[in-house]
């Protein structure tokens, strides 16, 4: 493994990594009576430095073949109107 792509974990990258984790492996019909299907979309938020890149990625390497995966790379400088 190449040093820069190492991954020290630490106990926030590995809650938010449980976090992903569970919310990827709900199933598919999470309540039938209120009809809530597919609800799972995830927004990782949280300082620079604290590994959501690494941790997206990560989870993105265990998908299924049949996931498709769009990188869009953010900033401070991103406004709502270029998004």
């Known amino acids: 493994m190449v040093f820069s792509q190492l991954l020290i974990p630490t106990s926030d990258s590995t809650k938010a990594e449980y976090i992903?984790?569970?919310i990827r492996t709900l199933d598919d019909?999470?309540?039938a009576r209120r009809k809530e299907v597919g609800l799972l979309n995830t927004l990782?938020?949280?300082g620079s430095g604290t590994a959501k890149t690494s941790i997206i990625?990560?989870?993105a390497a265990r998908l299924p073949e049949d996931y498709s995966f769009k990188r869009i790379n953010f900033s401070f400088y991103t406004l709502p109107h270029n998004f």
């Open 57 to 59: 990625l990560m989870n």
């Open 20 to 22: 992903i984790e569970k």
């Open 29 to 31: 019909l999470r309540s």
């Open 44 to 46: 990782l938020i949280g």
